[in-house]
């Protein structure tokens, strides 16, 4: 009787950025734009020989009423600038950033992975994002220029210009002559020719193919279409369903699309963020995830909250008294600019009756209600509980590994890399050392072939 091999487990870390995530009252609490903060936490992931770490982006302020919203800013830093940096004081962690496809263009964005890739040999990751809002827009004189059903249409065209512009050199265009040892240069190297719909441009790449024959590439939509893009382009997938029965939904739907696209089950990893609260014990664990999600939704932090279903100024209301009696605002919300959330609840009305039903049922007060609705702690308990849990879920084909993300920066992921990463190895889940140079090998992912023969990238003549 054969036995399933185990898998392996894929681990990375996540900074959190600016967010309620982190308990910023918490003496350990550092900086999230200070370079220190960033090194320590990339090299304490390297320590515990995660994948990657990955950074989120931001392009604008978030603002509610009006105002900067307060509760959460503290800077956002260029991200290539940031992955630049860390290059040159880790060896082995991949760096993935979240590059916009909406507020860029295919050439800049393709050659500064290109350039991070060579820079770290062969250690770069593109987490592909779209945006459709005007409020981002407006940062760019591009404010309400792309049709939200649209944004999906430009990102597949820029992914694949992109690539087109990673494989115009296909390895074989430089080579030293036999004898006289000079490099000859082919008249194919860099050449590209684009015409689409949204992107019509024609010329030479100036940045031969890199290390990983292209740098990883990640998704992070979950609609259906954000899905089939998944299944089409990415090499990985950063997801929100850490649960077993929803990850293995997940898990199988976004799997079960690959064939059409030609892809094999392993040439896509499905890796979503996780959060966890660890204790000697597993109650202490409980007891302290209790007190982080105190910490993590104070009663301003609660009103603001409500405020993005509701659309309309609650400041009035006490954050441990009942919900409001008035109904949402229906229609495009106002009060909330920049929230990801506020795109979460599609039917405010619906949503609120379902918050109070809950409310009224547990006596709840509209702190206690955030804090039941919104997202907490994925793992819980003592190390031992922990690599028990997440090794549980990735045998269970609920997930390839998790993007974890600590409530403390830049310190949180330290007990982590101490307690629960020693067990995993124990297991046999997971690495003791690097094996490989690049993050397509940390991933188990193949080098890509280039999309074209060289021969079909001449350009136009002029």
């Known amino acids: 009787m054969s036995t399933k091999p185990l898998k392996q487990i894929h681990l990375a870390a996540h900074f959190p950025g600016v967010n309620n995530t982190t308990v910023w009252s918490d003496p350990a609490a550092g900086s999230h734009i200070d370079f220190d903060s960033f090194v320590h936490f990339a090299q304490t992931a390297e320590r515990a020989k995660f994948d990657f770490l990955f950074l989120a982006e931001g392009l604008r302020l978030r603002e509610q009423g009006g105002k900067i919203y307060d509760l959460d800013v503290v800077g956002r830093p260029d991200t290539f600038t940031v992955l630049a940096a860390l290059a040159a004081v880790t060896e082995h962690l991949g760096l993935t950033g979240t590059i916009n496809s909406t507020f860029n263009e295919p050439y800049e964005v393709a050659r500064q992975f290109a350039s991070l890739d060579h820079l770290t040999g062969g250690r770069a990751a593109w987490n592909v994002v779209t945006s459709w809002d005007a409020f981002t827009g407006e940062n760019f004189r591009r404010g309400g220029f792309l049709p939200r059903n649209e944004r999906y249409t430009r990102a597949r065209e820029f992914l694949e210009t992109a690539t087109e512009l990673f494989d115009s050199w296909d390895g074989t265009e430089i080579a030293a002559d036999p004898v006289t040892g000079v490099f000859l240069r082919d008249a194919r190297a860099g050449a590209f ?158 949503t609120a009756r379902e918050w109070r ?16 609705v919104t997202a907490r702690q994925t793992f819980v308990g003592s190390a031992a509980t922990v690599a028990g849990a997440i090794d549980t879920l990735v045998q269970a084909d609920a997930a390839d590994g998790f993007i974890l993300v600590p409530h403390l920066t830049p310190g949180g992921l330290d007990v982590f890399a101490d307690t629960v990463v020693p067990l995993l190895q124990e297991r046999g889940v997971f690495r003791t050392e690097y094996t490989g140079s690049t993050l397509r090998e940390h991933l188990g992912l193949a080098v890509p072939q280039p999309v074209r023969p060289a021969g079909d990238r001449q350009p136009a003549a002029r």
Request: hydrophobic residues 40%; charged residues 30%; glycine residues 8%.
């Open 357 to 372: 039903a809950l409310a009224e049922a547990k006596n709840l007060s509209i702190r206690e209600l955030v804090i039941a």
């Open 193 to 350: 020719a684009h015409h689409g719909r949204h992107f019509d441009i024609e010329g030479r790449f100036n940045v031969p193919r890199s290390p990983q024959g292209r740098p990883v590439v990640f998704q992070a939509g979950d609609s259906d279409e954000g899905r089939e893009f998944a299944a089409a382009r990415a090499d990985a997938v950063f997801g929100r369903h850490a649960t077993l029965q929803e990850g293995r939904a997940f898990y199988a739907d976004v799997k079960g699309r690959l064939a059409r696209h030609g892809r094999r089950h392993e040439d896509l990893k499905i890796l979503p963020a996780a959060t966890f609260v660890l204790g000697d014990t597993d109650a202490e664990a409980r007891e302290l995830a209790h007190e982080v999600r105190r910490l993590q939704v104070s009663g301003q932090t609660a009103i603001k909250y409500l405020e993005h279903v509701w659309n309309r100024d609650l400041s009035g209301h006490d954050p441990d008294g009942p919900l409001p009696a008035t109904d949402p605002v229906p229609g495009e919300n106002t009060v909330a600019l920049g929230r990801a959330s506020v795109r979460q609840f599609r039917d405010p009305l619906a």
